[in-house]
C-alpha cells in the first residue's frame, strides 16, 4: 500500500515536471521565433502576435481541463456511488446471514434445553417440584409459605397445622420426614422455574418451543397459581418490596402462554377461576381457602 503510494507521489511530480518543462519550452520558442528576421515579413510585432497565439491556446486548453475535470468528477462520483450500494448490499447480506445464525443458535439452545428436559436428573427436578406444587394446592398456608421464601425480607414460618391437609397429597409417611426433604423439594422448584425462565426468554423461537413437549399444559395452572400469591405479597408488603428483585414469574407464565397460543387472563379473578376449575389441580384436593382468591 505504502509502496503504491508512493509510485503515485513520483508519477504525479513527473507529470507536473514534463507539464512545465513543456511550457517553458513554448514560452522559449515564442522568444526565439519572435526575433527572428523572417517574422518581420509577416508581422509588424511577431513577439505579441506570437504570445497572443499562444494565450489563446493556453486558454483553450484551460477550458478543455476545466470539461475533463468534470468529466473525471462525474465519472468519480458514479463509482463511488457504485462501490456504496455494493458495500450497503454487502451489509444487507452480512445482517440477513448474522440473522440467520442468530435463530439458528436459538433454535439450538431451545433443543438443548429440551434435552436437558428429557434427561435423568431433570426427571427428579420435576418430581421434586411436584411433591412441593400439591402440598401447595392442599394447603393454601403451605403455599403462601413456599411463596414468602422466593423473598429475602419477611419469610413466614412453616405453618405447622397445614400438615393435616398436606399428608393427605405426601409421600412422606411423617412430618418429621417431610420437614426434612421439603426444603430439598423447594430447591428443585426453584431449579424448575429458573428453567421455565430460560424457556421463556426463547420466546423468537417459539416455533421450536411449541414442537417440543415441555409438557407447559400441566405445569401452568400450578405455575400461575405461584405468580399471583407472589405479585400479592409483593404489593402487600412494604418489606418486600423494599428488598426485592422485580417479579418475573408471572412475567414467565404470559410469555409461555403467549408462545403455546393461551387467551391471556382479563384479570387476577379469571386466573384464578381457572386455576381452581383446572381438572389436575381439582384432581389434588383444592383447598377451601382458595375460594376466597
Known amino acids: 500500500m505504502n509502496s503504491h503510494k508512493g509510485v503515485t507521489r513520483r508519477a504525479i511530480i513527473n507529470l507536473v515536471m514534463v507539464v512545465f518543462s513543456l511550457i517553458f519550452g513554448v514560452w522559449l520558442g515564442a522568444w526565439y521565433f519572435g526575433v527572428q528576421p523572417l517574422m518581420r515579413d509577416f508581422s509588424p510585432q511577431p513577439i505579441s502576435d506570437i504570445f497572443s497565439s499562444i494565450n489563446a491556446l493556453f486558454a483553450g486548453l484551460a477550458f478543455g481541463g ?7 468528477q462525474i465519472k468519480e462520483l458514479q463509482e463511488t456511488r457504485d462501490e456504496l450500494a455494493k458495500t450497503a448490499s454487502a451489509n444487507h447480506s452480512m445482517a440477513q446471514a ?22 435423568e436428573y ?19 398456608k403451605y403455599c403462601e409459605f413456599v411463596v414468602s421464601r422466593f423473598f429475602v425480607a419477611d419469610q413466614l414460618p412453616f405453618p405447622e397445622e397445614s400438615w393435616d391437609k398436606i399428608k393427605r397429597v405426601t409421600y412422606c409417611k411423617t412430618y418429621d420426614e417431610f420437614r426434612s426433604e421439603e426444603q430439598r423439594y423447594r430447591y428443585k422448584l426453584d431449579e424448575l422455574i429458573n428453567y421455565f425462565t430460560l424457556l421463556a ?18 405445569w401452568r395452572p400450578l405455575f400461575w397459581m405461584l405468580a399471583l400469591l407472589q405479585e400479592d405479597r409483593y404489593e402487600q408488603n412494604e418489606e418486600v418490596r423494599k428488598y426485592a428483585t422485580p417479579l418475573y414469574l408471572r412475567a ?25 376449575n383446572h381438572p389436575k389441580v381439582k384432581s389434588y384436593g383444592v383447598d377451601e381457602l382458595y375460594s376466597s382468591s
Open 201 to 218: 426468554g426463547q420466546s423468537n423461537s417459539s416455533e421450536v418451543i411449541r414442537k417440543c413437549d415441555f409438557s407447559y399444559s400441566w
Open 98 to 119: 448474522n440473522l440467520a445464525m442468530a435463530v439458528h443458535a436459538n433454535e439450538k439452545s431451545v433443543l438443548d434445553l429440551f434435552q436437558v428436559y428429557c434427561s
Open 66 to 72: 476545466v470539461i475533463l475535470t468534470i468529466f473525471l
Open 122 to 140: 431433570f426427571q427428579q427436578v420435576k418430581d421434586s417440584s411436584m411433591s412441593v406444587l400439591i402440598p401447595c394446592v392442599a394447603s393454601r
Open 252 to 276: 414467565v407464565v404470559e410469555k409461555l402462554d403467549s408462545v403455546y397460543g393461551f387467551e391471556p387472563f382479563a384479570n387476577a379473578e379469571e386466573a384464578w377461576q381457572y386455576i381452581l
